[in-house]
């Protein structure tokens, strides 16, 4: 049945119904009612998505116009709500008018992407104002702490540390998470805060952008390369004034905030994920880790090598050099290879070196399956102007100049093949011939065509063009590090690509010292040298600060205290069974001068000699008696070639 009619059946009874009724039904104030039928009549004509909204509507007049509510008349009740309605908009109108105005002439405002680094600046900082994390429309994150940021809440997991068996202590991090606070940071909208004495508005809003998949191939915004949409959000700042100069203020001051503990750390960073980092500007690179700045003294290297690197590499990092280059053509480019055996510290002195420079360290697979050549130019044009790229084990990517196949046998092999056709004349009336040269031809073709599902990463070329190619980038230290540098073609190690190489021995006597000394020389956090004297506290800017450490570290030492009474060997408190702290200076130095004395020079990497002190870091009495035994057992591992440990 269609519309027509079904209009054409109803509006009779309609009419009829409306006429039935109007002298009839009238309100308490002698005003007419709605007829009795027209809710029935009207439900088919408005369909059934309407009939519950009808119902309440016909309800609430009813009710209305009986006079149960307060006697008022329906009327003035929806005159009243239409005046509200509209001064309610007309408000609306004015406010963003004279507001748009307002932002328009008085105001300044600067916008910030989320795809910028100082996106996360401004986040991080807004997360740690009292005002705007008390507001009432926030979002909550949940956040994680790296292995090297001090806890409060770990002083307490060994409440709950003693085992199941009661035979000892063991920290127990089940409830580690828990005990995490999640972070609050303004949500979507409008917030206001206060700095430097000066009001300043926020708007966060959200925006979708299509994205069409055009990644190709793995690159799409989904798996199956279906278009998508790509959120993005954009901080709005503004603050009333025709100058935008405290705008810029407070983001000077957020990043700064961002970077004051920079100078102690040291920030790794690896490409993101393919449908990230096609994005491009920040989303190229993620990071992922904040490791303490490692001194160059932890190193194990000859010291003119040390000073050699270190020296080259300032000079490279020296403002003025980028101007002493440009006036000779040269292009500002600097790269090292490090090479030796492995665990001789060839990384080690990659994350020194970035600790030494205040530089983070770019950390680059080239054997990531999803890494393109495409991919590894972007990257390298995405670095900033000074930091330290690693590439490492260079030597396991496959680098190599595509083999080159002679289609034109030798007369070696033309000798061969002529004496095996001929054989398969005599033998078989030059059957064989016709069978052999369909073997040899299918041979070569396959060694002219590579393999189908052959794996299509990062060629030698590509790696050329993106460390110095026309459009490469310049300003950054390039290190390579490789077991077997003979192996390597000598177009990536020639001068101007790599200009200094650092060859890593095996560990001599002297360095097996410098090993043993550092793995036993007291902590330079600790408040209490070997002679029992006091040394001078940290220097704190806050006396809350202070107390804080102080409850913390005396609730740590009364907890040892209960676990020692209760007949528990404490290892959070392991100080006090340290040999360490009854060695002095002296001590340790005779101590690790017999050490060295049993270390075969050039036998052993540091890598094994500092995890044989390792599983003994309190205890170098007992690392000096079990050195003999363990260099014997390792000399009997090597000369087997086995790779089972009888000693550790």
Same mark, same amino acid.
């Given at each position: 049945?269609?519309?027509?009619?079904?209009?054409?059946?109803?509006?009779?009874?309609?009419?009829?119904?409306?006429?039935?009724?109007?002298?009839?039904?009238?309100?308490?104030?002698?005003?007419?009612?709605?007829?009795?039928?027209?809710?029935?009549?009207?439900?088919?004509?408005?369909?059934?998505?309407?009939?519950?909204?009808?119902?309440?509507?016909?309800?609430?007049?009813?009710?209305?116009?009986?006079?149960?509510?307060?006697?008022?008349?329906?009327?003035?009740?929806?005159?009243?709500?239409?005046?509200?309605?509209?001064?309610?908009?007309?408000?609306?109108?004015?406010?963003?008018?004279?507001?748009?105005?307002?932002?328009?002439?008085?105001?300044?405002?600067?916008?910030?992407?989320?795809?910028?680094?100082?996106?996360?600046?401004?986040?991080?900082?807004?997360?740690?104002?009292?005002?705007?994390?008390?507001?009432?429309?926030?979002?909550?994150?949940?956040?994680?702490?790296?292995?090297?940021?001090?806890?409060?809440?770990?002083?307490?997991?060994?409440?709950?540390?003693?085992?199941?068996?009661?035979?000892?202590?063991?920290?127990?991090?089940?409830?580690?998470?828990?005990?995490?606070?999640?972070?609050?940071?303004?949500?979507?909208?409008?917030?206001?805060?206060?700095?430097?004495?000066?009001?300043?508005?926020?708007?966060?809003?959200?925006?979708?952008?299509?994205?069409?998949?055009?990644?190709?191939?793995?690159?799409?915004?989904?798996?199956?390369?279906?278009?998508?949409?790509?959120?993005?959000?954009?901080?709005?700042?503004?603050?009333?004034?025709?100058?935008?100069?405290?705008?810029?203020?407070?983001?000077?001051?957020?990043?700064?905030?961002?970077?004051?503990?920079?100078?102690?750390?040291?920030?790794? #960073?690896?490409?993101? @994920?393919? &449908?990230?980092? !096609?994005? /491009? $500007?920040?989303?190229?690179?993620?990071?992922?880790?904040?490791?303490?700045?490692?001194?160059?003294?932890?190193?194990?290297?000859?010291?003119?090598?040390?000073?050699?690197?270190?020296?080259?590499?300032?000079?490279?990092?020296?403002?003025?050099?980028?101007?002493?280059?440009?006036?000779?053509?040269?292009?500002?480019?600097?790269?090292?290879?490090?090479?030796?055996?492995?665990?001789?510290?060839?990384?080690?002195?990659?994350?020194?070196?970035?600790?030494?420079?205040?530089?983070?360290?770019?950390?680059?697979?080239?054997?990531?399956?999803?890494?393109?050549?495409?991919?590894?130019?972007?990257?390298?044009?995405?670095?900033?102007?000074?930091?330290?790229?690693?590439?490492?084990?260079?030597?396991?990517?496959?680098?190599?100049?595509?083999?080159?196949?002679?289609?034109?046998?030798?007369?070696?092999?033309?000798? #061969?093949?002529?004496? @095996?056709? &001929?054989?398969? !004349?005599? /033998? $078989?009336?030059?059957?064989?011939?016709?069978?052999?040269?369909?073997?040899?031809?299918?041979?070569?073709?396959?060694?002219?065509?590579?393999?189908?599902?052959?794996?299509?990463?990062?060629?030698?070329?590509?790696?050329?063009?993106?460390?110095?190619?026309?459009?490469?980038?310049?300003?950054?230290?390039?290190?390579?590090?490789?077991?077997?540098?003979?192996?390597?073609?000598?177009?990536?190690?020639?001068?101007?690509?790599?200009?200094?190489?650092?060859?890593?021995?095996?560990?001599?006597?002297?360095?097996?010292?410098?090993?043993?000394?550092?793995?036993?020389?007291?902590?330079?956090?600790?408040?209490?040298?070997?002679?029992?004297?006091?040394?001078?506290?940290?220097?704190?800017?806050?006396?809350?600060?202070?107390?804080?450490?102080?409850?913390?570290?005396?609730?740590?030492?009364?907890?040892?205290?209960?676990?020692?009474?209760?007949?528990?060997?404490?290892?959070?408190? /392991?100080?006090?069974?340290?040999?360490?702290?009854?060695?002095?200076?002296?001590?340790?130095?005779?101590?690790?001068?017999?050490?060295?004395?049993?270390?075969?020079?050039?036998?052993?990497?540091?890598?094994?000699?500092?995890?044989?002190?390792?599983?003994?870091?309190?205890?170098?009495?007992?690392?000096?008696?079990?050195?003999?035994?363990?260099?014997?057992?390792?000399?009997?591992?090597?000369?087997?070639?086995?790779?089972?440990?009888?000693?550790?």
């Amino acid at each position: 049945m269609d519309f027509n009619t079904l209009l054409r059946g109803a509006l009779p009874t309609l009419v009829a119904n409306i006429s039935d009724a109007a002298g009839s039904n009238t309100t308490a104030f002698g005003k007419k009612s709605f007829p009795d039928g027209i809710l029935e009549t009207l439900a088919p004509l408005l369909g059934s998505q309407f009939n519950p909204l009808l119902k309440s509507f016909m309800l609430f007049y009813k009710v209305a116009g009986s006079g149960i509510l307060f006697g008022l008349d329906p009327t003035i009740l929806l005159t009243l709500f239409g005046f509200f309605w509209a001064g309610n908009k007309l408000w609306r109108q004015v406010y963003m008018t004279i507001y748009g105005i307002v932002q328009e002439h008085l105001m300044a405002t600067i916008h910030i992407n989320s795809g910028d680094e100082m996106f996360l600046h401004m986040m991080r900082w807004l997360a740690l104002q009292p005002g705007l994390v008390n507001s009432r429309s926030l979002t909550a994150e949940t956040t994680s702490k790296t292995a090297w940021e001090e806890e409060e809440q770990d002083l307490d997991i060994t409440k709950s540390s003693i085992s199941a068996d009661g035979s000892g202590v063991y920290l127990n991090f089940s409830n580690q998470e828990a005990r995490a606070p999640p972070r609050f940071i303004p949500a979507l909208g409008t917030h206001g805060f206060w700095f430097d004495g000066r009001f300043f508005r926020l708007h966060r809003k959200q925006e979708s952008l299509y994205d069409d998949g055009g990644g190709g191939g793995g690159g799409s915004s989904s798996s199956n390369g279906v278009p998508a949409f790509k959120e993005r959000e954009n901080l709005t700042i503004s603050c009333f004034g025709r100058s935008p100069d405290p705008i810029k203020k407070l983001l000077q001051h957020t990043k700064e905030q961002y970077y004051k503990d920079h100078h102690a750390k040291t920030i790794v #960073k690896r490409p993101n @994920s393919q &449908n990230v980092r !096609r994005y /491009g $500007g920040r989303h190229s690179w993620l990071h992922v880790a904040e490791r303490p700045v490692r001194p160059m003294k932890t190193v194990v290297l000859d010291e003119k090598q040390k000073v050699q690197v270190l020296s080259d590499i300032n000079e490279y990092l020296h403002p003025a050099t980028p101007r002493w280059y440009a006036n000779r053509g040269i292009p500002l480019r600097r790269g090292y290879l490090f090479h030796g055996p492995p665990g001789t510290g060839k990384t080690s002195l990659s994350f020194a070196l970035a600790g030494v420079f205040g530089l983070d360290i770019y950390v680059i697979s080239l054997l990531e399956p999803s890494l393109t050549e495409e991919d590894l130019s972007a990257l390298f044009n995405s670095l900033p102007r000074r930091c330290v790229v690693l590439l490492e084990d260079i030597d396991t990517a496959g680098l190599s100049r595509p083999a080159v196949v002679d289609n034109n046998p030798s007369n070696d092999d033309k000798e #061969k093949e002529d004496s @095996s056709t &001929n054989g398969g !004349r005599k /033998g $078989g009336g030059g059957g064989g011939s016709k069978e052999d040269w369909k073997v040899a031809d299918l041979a070569r073709e396959l060694k002219r065509q590579p393999a189908a599902d052959e794996k299509k990463g990062i060629s030698l070329s590509g790696l050329l063009n993106a460390i110095d190619g026309v459009a490469s980038h310049e300003g950054r230290v390039l290190i390579m590090t490789t077991n077997k540098p003979e192996t390597l073609d000598d177009a990536l190690i020639r001068p101007g690509r790599v200009d200094l190489q650092v060859a890593f021995t095996n560990a001599t006597r002297e360095q097996a010292r410098e090993l043993f000394e550092r793995m036993y020389e007291a902590d330079a956090t600790t408040t209490t040298t070997t002679h029992g004297k006091q040394q001078p506290k940290p220097n704190h800017t806050n006396e809350d600060d202070d107390n804080k450490h102080m409850t913390a570290r005396r609730r740590k030492e009364e907890l040892s205290i209960d676990v020692i009474e209760g007949g528990y060997t404490p290892i959070a408190a /392991g100080a006090d069974n340290d040999e360490r702290r009854s060695l002095t200076p002296e001590e340790l130095k005779d101590i690790s001068a017999q050490f060295a004395a049993k270390i075969p020079p050039g036998q052993f990497s540091p890598a094994e000699i500092q995890g044989f002190l390792l599983k003994r870091k309190k205890y170098p009495r007992r690392a000096l008696a079990e050195a003999d035994k363990w260099v014997a057992a390792m000399v009997l591992q090597k000369a087997s070639k086995t790779k089972i440990l009888q000693v550790q």
